[in-house]
């Protein structure tokens, strides 16, 4: 299995900007998707394809990385972002998915 | 809108069989594939297997052959049975529509189920 690999926690202040990393074991090329969870909701889709933004995403979020080493920002941070995020690779089965990244509040 | 809605009891007792309906409004299930994905006490998430627009299955190895989803085209659901589930098994579990080229985009709001006796 592809073994997606995320740092636990990222502190950052409103306005700054927030970059979190996702690490995959093997090349994924393009297959990496980014995911924010709330606290009692269900994952929304943010970014797919590693660089495209799902619909109805504002363009504060953004992906870039391809192969092994992807990275999703968020500029500027705002308090609605306040969440878990989560990688998850499509490239091969089974897919899988990082352990999430807690952006906090400085 | 695409929405979706999963359902099924709460609670199972240990070595019995889990089974979950998610109902899907606003899209047809014989387009696309739809996935069942679950999240574990400790944030941990797990894909579990998805159904294709042609009826063809895929699952994760890691649950063999404990698992199984099917639909009912007529209702526009689909359907996830675990079988001989253990307190790993607690977890929420998600319905979701995986988008051509890859990614889920749209999910149902969870149900948690607790494996317990």
């Known amino acids: 299995d592809i073994v997606l690999t995320q740092s636990p926690a990222l502190a950052v202040s409103l306005g700054q900007r927030a970059t979190i990393s996702c690490r995959a074991s093997?090349?994924?090329?393009?297959?990496m998707h980014w995911y924010q969870q709330k606290s009692g909701q269900q994952p929304k889709l943010l970014i797919y394809?590693?660089?495209n933004l799902a619909s109805g995403v504002p363009a504060r979020f953004s992906g870039s990385g391809s192969g092994t080493d992807f990275t999703f920002t968020i500029d500027p941070v705002e308090a609605d972002d306040i969440a878990t995020y989560y990688c998850?690779?499509?490239?091969?089965?089974?897919?899988?998915f990082g352990a999430g990244t807690k952006l906090e509040l400085k | 809108e695409v929405q979706l809605q999963e359902s099924g009891p709460g609670l199972v007792k240990p070595s019995q069989s889990l089974s979950l309906t998610c109902s899907v409004t606003?899209?047809?299930?014989?387009?696309?594939?739809w996935g069942w994905i679950r999240k574990f006490p400790g944030n941990k998430m797990e894909w579990m297997g998805y159904?294709?627009?042609?009826?063809?299955?895929s699952y994760n190895p890691s649950l063999k052959s404990r698992i199984s989803i099917t639909r009912d085209t007529s209702k526009n659901q689909f359907f996830l049975q675990l079988n001989s589930v253990t307190t790993e098994d607690t977890a929420t579990y998600y319905c979701?529509?995986?988008?051509?080229?890859?990614?889920?985009?749209?999910w149902g709001q969870g149900v948690m189920v607790t494996v317990s006796s």
């Open positions: 979701a529509r995986l988008r051509l080229g890859g990614g889920f985009d749209y």
């Open positions: 606003g899209y047809s299930i014989t387009s696309n594939y």
């Open positions: 159904i294709s627009y042609s009826g063809s299955t």
């Open positions: 093997e090349s994924v090329r393009s297959s």
């Open positions: 394809g590693a660089s």
């Open positions: 998850q690779q499509s490239r091969n089965d089974p897919y899988t």
